[in-house]
């Protein structure tokens, strides 16, 4: 996993849990009906506005949010010079080999393409659809994040109503006030928690994600490009570096 | 109907209905006054936000929501990978007879204009106006279950504002302020309900109908002119595979 | 006026008032000086947030908005083909009378520009410039009414501080309090009434003409390029039925 | 001042004081230290969202939204299609008088460079950058107000709340309360008017006014470049009163 | 650092902690485990959303807000005028000792890859690629802040419903309520201060600074490309003051 998301969670859920310890103790705060209303209640709301096979792969995402596929991008520049000064060396053709045991999926399709003799405009057509309509469906995967906090603040709202009334048809017994009005805001508070621990910020992450796999993607495709264009691999590096942060650029031909 | 849809709706109103049948009963939630000014209102308002032809749609749309007309897309891809296939081998005017019984009004009115001879242009010209248009229409449906949301929201808040001052009006009988004022909050409860279950995820999943649908008619669009421009099978099914999720392709050339 | 603002408006006011009668009568809800905060107030903020003669147009615009004027547009389509005949078998000066007795000033003006000669790009450049201009307008008219909503909404809530904040420094009355806080929550539900009955869906309607006036005058300005340029009439209907829903497209060749 | 400004202002303002006289009189909604946490703390927030150098024209931008520069559009265009009418008898040098003595000082900078004999494409892309940039600190301009609004509302409930602690830790003498928590919500209340009364309405009219002189430059600009161009001025003449409402549209030629 | 974010901060904590002071002293507003629920919590959910590299910035980012780097602008587009004026008298290989000794690093590069006789098309891509990213990463720390508002303001009100709750479950003791509520209510005004005093503020002054440098190397860009096309200095001169405000233009040619 993440470390940043090990720490986030940890540090949240354990300062939460210990405030609720120090008051009146966890139990007082756990109400499995109220659990029930806002998980169940958002997640059916959730199958309503997004679609089945979308939300199949609930827990994959979220896992990809917090346990990423990491690409080396320096590595991949690296790696993408290389091929470059080889081809204009050896030929094109001779990147079959590299193409074949590429691990990286949209870099072994854009080369494969390239070494069967596709035209430049094809290759570029074909990755250019992909890149997008994969980032169509990540963007889809964020927003089941993103409306998931709304839809479980509102049933967290939904639900502490539904207590609320029950709580003003009964009030007979002053003494159950209290404790009824605190049951009945739970709800809200678990609403709160998992639009703010678990919705925002993994919609959130999961667009930083996305965005993130773009960039690597936009260095294969212009890498591509500029193989079968059979550019100058130092121009190709010096054009490569340009999308890093400073810090980060590190040149082969120093 | 769809699956989700189905599982999505039981789940919340189960869950909302167990909720309050383990309270004060369900009859104590049902006020139907309170119900008129919420759903009657906020339809009042939609009728005044939306076009009186618009409004006639709202069960149509809301059926189409929840029970979607579909497309299996590998096969519309492998449908015209086969008459790109015929078009080079017999000629384009082979294709008449397919395009006659051809089932997607889309697909069926590009196909006839290429048999017929138009100029590429004119055909995705017209097919570009009748996509957009048509997803225009869409969007316009999405907005009217968006601003329900929102509409439902604002009278149940109207409609609790109205019992309270009737009830701040009455407060010589101690014991008749938790009654009315829970009668109060049950328009707020409504609204939130309406907005949540209905609005926001209905308006959620429509505009995901329609960009499932923009996708398919961008798949048929390419694969039309492809056909007339007489591309090669194996490059048209590459670039209509990319449009897919990795784990859906299939090629028939393998 | 429009059918479905009148069933809207009288459905609305209609359960709102009935609900209000049902409790404490309709006068309760009544108070003068309440009405001219929120109503007054909003239209000061408007008046500084908005130039004098847009403000002016404010009653004209929510006429616009309940009582529009229509256009027919298969009808249109119909004229712009019989024109596209007439220009094709008589030559486009033939289109003079025609254009003269032209009932809509968008074509009126696009076709007088055909048959006095002028070049094609700047009868686009022209009618473009229109139609930018037009809508611009328009949706500046329908921002009045969408911040009327924010701002009728704020006013409510500062009437209702205001009436707290004198209820609060008068607590040695207890019977007083309940009347006092029911007259303070007035402003608040004034500013959420016309918000949501008045601001928002006037505001939403508004740009819905827009839309639809800017789809008219797309029409007509393909039509008329079409004309000029000596286009095939079937091909230019072909292209005007696009831009229709496929319930609504009725050839005249067939 | 522009007079819809002063007829708004003094609209809100009377309405908001009458009641509060008419209540318990002006004097107990004023606490100078609830003044001072909400406007000094908004300002102090605005000193960190801005930089300095646009913070010192707060006051002058505040007299631009309610006294604005007039230009009046149809002698605008009256005025260009005479330079036009000028240039092309007399040639375009014959327009260096009246270039000197232009006081719209975009007009003028235009004018020189024609005169001075620039490429068309040097002239537009210098006027085109001066557009673009003086836009964009109008937009920062109005910005700085739209933040105003947010800023001062939050400034308003935290001392709400740093005055509801105090209340709340003091409650050993009843009749404090009410009057405690009176001057508690004088913060919120505050905030709600700056934000409304100024803030929002404010940033409104700025970009108003700003979208009022990129037409204005617009109009310009293309007038410029036709004069430049040497063409027929009916034909420009059409063209800028194309941009005009059609009821302000009038010609010269007729 | 910068004087305005010394005034601002210096403002609102002076105001909002004298208030403090006045009413129940500034002790009463402190509580540990509310700061620790609110920072931490806000905090422990940046985590979540952002990537761990992103967040290790965090004091960076916040000191480049409030203490920027400052370019001064005329200056910079002098030196390109005389970088201009020297690169047509001596030629452009002339420029390579200013390009080695310049300090701004954009500059730097795209002189130097002019020096080296790169292709324009070469120098204006990787410049632009440098822009964009550069500004990407910049966008995204802003949006670090921004998050921050709203997750710190989330936790504030999850912390005053913990503190509820309690409070609901412990009201034998009367005296006790007011406190408990007191103490409750902090986090919801620590989560205010954090959100309205760093986050909100902090986030717009580093959007702003952003669109500075792309301007100052918007500017670079321009005046790179036409000292390599050879363009007349005046003529750059002229272009380069366009994107200075009317009263900061100051020639060097006058």
Do not use: C, H
């Given at each position: 996993?993440?470390?940043?998301?090990v720490?986030?969670?940890?540090l949240?859920?354990?300062?939460?849990?210990?405030a609720?310890a120090m008051?009146?103790?966890i139990?007082?705060?756990i109400?499995?009906?109220?659990?029930?209303?806002?998980i169940?209640g958002s997640?059916?709301?959730l199958l309503?506005?997004f679609?089945?096979?979308?939300?199949?792969?609930?827990v994959?995402?979220?896992?990809?949010?917090?346990?990423?596929?990491?690409?080396?991008?320096?590595?991949?520049?690296?790696?993408?010079?290389?091929?470059?000064?080889?081809a204009?060396?050896?030929g094109?053709l001779?990147?079959?080999?590299?193409?074949?045991?590429?691990?990286?999926?949209f870099?072994?399709k854009?080369?494969?393409?390239?070494v069967?003799?596709n035209?430049?405009?094809?290759?570029?057509e074909?990755?250019?659809?992909?890149?997008?309509?994969?980032?169509?469906?990540h963007?889809?995967?964020?927003?089941?994040?993103?409306?998931?906090?709304?839809?479980?603040g509102?049933?967290?709202?939904?639900?502490?109503?539904?207590?609320?009334?029950?709580?003003?048809?009964?009030?007979?017994?002053?003494?159950?006030?209290?404790?009824?009005m605190?049951?009945a805001?739970?709800?809200?508070m678990?609403?709160?928690?998992?639009?703010?621990?678990?919705g925002?910020?993994?919609?959130?992450i999961?667009?930083?994600?996305?965005?993130?796999?773009?960039?690597?993607?936009t260095?294969?495709l212009?890498?591509?490009?500029s193989?079968?264009?059979?550019?100058?691999?130092?121009?190709?590096e010096?054009?490569?570096?340009?999308?890093?942060?400073?810090?980060?650029?590190?040149?082969?031909?120093?």
């Open positions: 996993m993440d470390l940043g998301s720490i986030g969670l940890v949240i859920l354990g300062l939460l849990f210990g609720m008051g009146v103790g139990g007082a705060y109400d499995i009906p109220s659990v029930l209303i806002v169940g997640i059916g709301a309503v506005a679609k089945m096979e979308q939300m199949k792969n609930f994959k995402i979220f896992m990809i949010a917090i346990k990423p596929p990491q690409e080396n991008v320096p590595e991949l520049i690296k790696k993408l010079v290389e091929y470059s000064t080889q204009r060396r050896d094109i001779s990147l079959e080999a590299a193409a074949n045991n590429e691990e990286n999926d870099l072994k854009g080369l494969s393409m390239a069967d003799g035209e430049p405009d094809t290759i570029r074909l990755l250019e659809i992909e890149m997008e309509q994969t980032s169509e469906r963007k889809a995967n964020a927003a089941i994040f993103d409306q998931w906090a709304g839809l479980a509102a049933m967290g709202m939904i639900g502490t109503l539904i207590g609320l009334v029950a709580m003003l048809l009964n009030m007979s017994d002053p003494s159950a006030i209290g404790p009824s605190a049951v805001l739970l709800t809200t678990y609403g709160a928690m998992i639009g703010n621990i678990f925002t910020p993994i919609a959130n999961l667009n930083i994600r996305d965005a993130d796999e773009n960039l690597v993607k260095i294969i212009e890498g591509i490009m193989i079968q264009a059979g550019d100058n691999p130092r121009t190709l010096a054009k490569l570096l340009s999308f890093l942060p400073p810090n980060e650029r590190v040149s082969q031909f120093e």
